[in-house]
């Protein structure tokens, strides 16, 4: 059977793009199966568009009406239903979506901004269950499927819930729904019409009102009643951390929703077993004690979890304070996601005091060690330890396909006691560090508020000044810098994997016109964007204008990357480890190209050996001589991500930046285009011909080698 393609649309430069993607990816697709829905593009768009099927949409403009509209027009044919502001970028993707599809609906899976992070393209084989609902994206909705439900609910007047409603009807009526991740749409690079249209909270608002009114007889997935949960605190010597965090964790937990405590100490030898055992008779459930020695948490957590019988684990550091609410706040995120395994509950997205508040969950490659775990997680292998410290990141990054993490957002104010950048804790912290059973982690900005609801103050009395104490044996502090274009298909990946290296990162956005400014919002105050003041193309001088604003954050190190570049996971202990050289000024990493699938990367010609400087030192450097300087190039491109005027050596270091902004050929293609038309004839880049695989180019001549991505 055949199908069309229904795009509701407003924004002519949107529907052209998106027309433009359906064509190059789609060769077998009639023009007129492209059916436009118009409310307002076909003026501008209708003359670039030759053999498009238009129907007139109505005011005001409700979505529900628009795609029903279209469904009506697409007569008999199954309808893919497909945002102005998404790209096709998968060639004959829809039709392999249409082709093979059980009859329910199916999304494609969607790279870039998407509400629902099950949907997020992952690189799964066939079709993937979703429990609850498909954001109206880019989804095939059967005929099969329309004559039995029927068409969109039109009282849905304002802006989503929609998508939500047709859903639960058709899981009601027995329909599955599903994720395909072989058709793969970008979403988010293009600016949306009516997401970031004006009043849309109010709107958004009023549907819910609308959709839980609808739906109140029938219990919502989420108010299933939660499964069991234990609770693991896990300890290790730090006997002052001891006593504040789970003293907290005792008073802020709600303890009617754990099964079992489980306290397991890891050899402490200054006293914090003592004191845990003792402590432990205040917890109002059930207790089991492990003493064990494995010197390393990872380890340690791989010996808990052989005695837990819940399918949820509540894993808490004794480095931890937990607010209250917190246990309720995450279960609930939790039981709404089926398909999440790992939810991590340190604050790295925007903070929510309120335990109450609405939160959802954003994916993630992989999650830190305190948060929530369901028992299925470990049934094909415990993670094992790297080293003293690491191995759990790894252990979720080796099974990524098989794994669904993602970040609490809004983030619960959590926050770690070696973090707090205030007597006691930051002098009992280097004490820690001094005796080797703390790693270095940079602390908390003084003008943070996360501790504010434990103490309303910077100094607090729970214990003595401790003035005798040693210097600080602490790792060199980070500041992230980026300058950035329209990357929102990779930003939250690239912020995500930077941030466990650098306490802030200071985005410089230069006009971006699709959602790169949104997503770096969601990520709370660690992440600061500015907005570039300037128009046209200056590589030069917007690199110093970021510059200037890294250097008063007084950070020890900036690591410099670019907005499509993502850190390995082992980076950012290397580069702190490397860091710590006092000769050593910048440090180059090796830049790791993606080629046609996220899987693989290009390792013939340059693309194979080429390193880059990308982090430096700014700790006793002479800052005011610090500058990018002008190139010959146009827009003073290929000024690089180090500045002139750094005082030490240079090291290459053994760190890999995943670079997606050549993985498809449509992208090296038009970054061809784009360098020949602003730096012409450059011979000095062999006039960018190593981009289109050109016979013959000097810097990857061919033919074209590739390797599997394997951190």
């Not at 005929?143 to 819930?161: A, K, P």
């Not at 940079?442 to 501790?451: G, H, K, V």
Request: proline share 8%.
């Amino acid at each position: 059977m055949t199908f069309c393609v229904l795009i509701p649309s407003r924004d002519a430069a949107n529907l052209i793009g998106c027309v433009a993607s359906l064509r190059a990816n789609e060769p077998q697709l009639s023009p007129e199966r492209i059916i436009v829905i118009d409310d307002g593009a076909r003026p501008e768009a209708e003359a670039r568009l030759p053999g498009v099927t238009w129907v007139k949409g109505v005011k005001p403009y409700v979505f529900a009406r628009n795609v029903n509209l279209g469904l009506a027009a697409a007569g008999p044919q199954d309808a893919i239903v497909l945002n102005d502001d998404a790209r096709l970028c998968t060639l004959r993707g829809l039709t392999q979506l249409q082709a093979g599809a059980p009859v329910g609906i199916v999304s494609a899976g969607i790279r870039g901004y998407i509400s629902n992070p099950r949907q997020r393209a992952r690189g799964r084989p066939g079709f993937t269950p979703e429990d609850k609902v498909l954001v109206f994206v880019c989804v095939l909705l059967p005929r099969v499927l329309i004559d039995s439900l029927g068409l969109l609910d039109e009282r849905f007047v304002d802006y989503g819930f929609e998508d939500n409603d047709y859903c639960r009807r058709a899981r009601a009526a027995g329909f599955p729904l599903l994720v395909f991740d072989r058709c793969v749409v970008e979403h988010g690079t293009a600016p949306s019409t009516y997401r970031s249209a004006p009043g849309n909270a109010a709107r958004f608002a009023a549907n819910r009102k609308r959709y839980e009114a609808k739906w109140r007889v029938v219990p919502e997935p989420s108010a299933v009643k939660p499964e069991r949960v234990e609770l693991l605190f896990l300890a290790r010597n730090r006997l002052e951390f001891t006593r504040e965090s789970f003293t907290t964790l005792l008073a802020n937990t709600d303890w009617a929703m754990v099964d079992r405590l489980i306290l397991l100490d890891d050899g402490s030898t200054d006293g914090t077993r003592e004191w845990l055992a003792a402590a432990a008779a205040k917890a109002p459930v059930e207790t089991l004690f492990l003493n064990e020695c494995t010197g390393s948490p990872v380890a340690a957590t791989a010996v808990a979890m052989r005695h837990v019988r819940a399918p949820i684990l509540a894993k808490i550091d004794n480095d931890t304070m937990m607010p209250k609410g917190w246990l309720k706040a995450s279960v609930t995120a939790l039981a709404a996601e089926p398909q999440l395994d790992l939810l991590g509950l340190e604050a790295v997205r925007a903070v929510e005091n309120d335990s109450d508040a609405p939160r959802r969950v954003i994916a993630a490659p992989f999650v830190g060690g305190i948060g929530l775990v369901r028992k299925r997680a470990f049934a094909r292998g415990l993670p094992s330890p790297i080293g003293d410290w690491f191995g759990y990141q790894e252990w979720q990054q080796e099974r990524g396909a098989e794994r669904c993490a993602g970040w609490l957002d809004p983030s619960l104010p959590v926050f770690l006691l070696d973090r707090l950048p205030f007597e006691p804790w930051s002098g009992l912290t280097r004490r820690y560090l001094t005796s080797g059973i703390q790693r270095a982690w940079p602390p908390y900005p003084p003008s943070s508020e996360l501790w504010a609801w434990r103490w309303q103050t910077k100094e607090t009395t729970a214990h003595a000044p401790l003035s005798y104490l040693p210097p600080a044996a602490t790792a060199p502090s980070f500041v992230g810098a980026l300058r950035v274009k329209n990357e929102a298909a990779h930003i939250a990946d690239v912020l995500e994997h930077a941030l466990p290296l650098c306490e802030r990162i200071i985005v410089f956005d230069d006009n971006s016109s699709d959602a790169t400014p949104e997503l770096c919002a969601e990520f709370g105050s660690r992440v600061e964007l500015h907005r570039s003041p300037f128009t046209g193309l200056d590589e030069a001088r917007d690199k110093n204008y970021l510059l200037d604003i890294v250097k008063t954050i007084g950070a020890d190190w900036v690591l410099w990357i670019d907005g499509d570049e993502v850190l390995e996971s082992r980076g950012p202990y290397r580069v702190r480890a490397a860091a710590a050289d006092p000769a050593v000024a910048a440090l180059s990493l090796q830049v790791a190209y993606v080629w046609d699938f996220p899987s693989r990367v290009r390792v013939d010609g340059i693309y194979g050996r080429f390193h880059r400087p990308s982090a430096f030192r700014l700790k006793g450097q002479p800052l005011a001589a610090l500058r990018f300087e002008p190139t010959a190039h146009g827009g003073n491109l290929h000024c690089g991500n180090v500045p002139e005027g750094l005082l030490g050596d240079t090291r290459e270091i053994d760190v890999r930046l995943k670079h997606y902004g050549y993985m498809e050929q449509s992208q090296r293609r038009a970054k061809y285009e784009w360098y020949c038309r602003v730096d012409p004839g450059n011979r000095s880049e062999d006039e960018y011909r190593h981009l289109i695989e050109a016979p013959g180019s000097r810097f990857a001549p061919g033919p074209p080698r590739f390797e599997a991505w394997v951190e």
